[in-house]
């Protein structure tokens, strides 16, 4: 395979947690990959191959960095938005938590997908590529202490909504990936014993598999997909065809 056949991903927030381990497992299959996290000077021997871009998502000066490595790459088949802000630790309720931390979980969760979905979509059309927003069971459950991050994660299932009517050529999803063992976990349940949560590198084969099948767009969880009946079941896939 030369290297402008090989299909080629950005992948948001790979420092750790979810997005390393999706990044891990692109890499091994021969994709190649474009990743960020803020913290990123731990990331070239784990990604060896990946081109690593340190920053913020919310940064405009960053997701042009981001563009620069993509378009030396040639082609983009594959966005995942997946660095996240959690709010603060302890979650605090509505009645209490500031709106700057309110504002600042929007820039992240919402914004810089959207930005970096408008950034790249000629890329993306061009490829019949795919997006994949990383979503959450609290967009859809009203969980006490997690109306900023919930809220933001239901505004981003319906951007997903939207641009899988708007973009027919793309495969847009938003994926609930379920608990994980990751320090965002941690920090919603401070002081707890997470250690029965599953790794985030189990999650990984319900991505890849979604990835690969382009079931239609919309809304999924990943135990749907890791279910081996659940892709061509897909029953929580909605919205129009991809
Ligand atoms: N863990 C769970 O139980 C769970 C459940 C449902 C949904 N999710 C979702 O799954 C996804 C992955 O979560 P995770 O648990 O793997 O989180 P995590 O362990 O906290 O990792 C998040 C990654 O994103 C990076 N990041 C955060 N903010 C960023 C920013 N503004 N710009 C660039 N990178 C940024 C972090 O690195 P730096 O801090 O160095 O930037 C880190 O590499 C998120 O979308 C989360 O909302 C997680």
């Known amino acids: 395979m030369n290297s402008t056949s090989q299909p ?5 927030g790979a420092g750790r947690g979810l997005g390393l381990a999706l990044a891990r497992a692109l890499l091994s299959s021969r994709w190649r990959i474009v990743v960020d996290a803020r913290r990123a000077d731990h990331l070239a ?3 060896s191959g ?24 040639g082609r983009l088949d594959l966005l995942v938005n ?4 959690l709010g603060p630790s302890p979650l605090p309720r509505l009645a209490d938590v500031p709106l700057t931390a309110v504002r600042r979980v929007y820039e992240t969760n919402v914004l810089a997908p959207l930005a970096l979905a408008q950034r790249f ?13 990383i979503s959450s069971d609290a967009a859809v459950e009203a969980y006490a202490g997690w109306g900023a991050y919930g809220s933001s994660k239901a505004a981003l299932d319906q951007l997903t909504a939207v641009l899988t009517v708007e973009e027919p050529v793309l495969a847009v999803y938003s994926v609930d990936p379920g608990d994980m063992r990751t320090e965002m976990h941690q920090a919603a349940f401070p002081g707890a014993d997470i250690s029965d949560r599953p790794a985030p590198e189990t999650v990984v084969p319900a991505l890849l598999r979604l990835i690969a099948t382009r079931p239609r767009g ?14 061509t079941g897909a029953t929580e896939v909605t919205g129009a065809t991809a």
């Open 218 to 231: 919309g809304r999924i969880r990943a135990a749907e997909l890791m279910d081996p009946t659940g892709v």
């Open 121 to 133: 979509l000629p890329l993306l059309r061009a490829a019949h590529g795919t997006i994949l927003n």
């Open 45 to 47: 021997p784990l990604l």
């Open 82 to 85: 997946n660095a996240s802000d």
């Open 50 to 73: 990946a081109v690593v871009v340190p920053g913020d998502v919310t940064d405009p000066a960053h997701r042009d960095a981001l563009a620069a490595a993509v378009s030396g790459l």
């Open 8 to 12: 080629t991903a950005l992948v948001t």
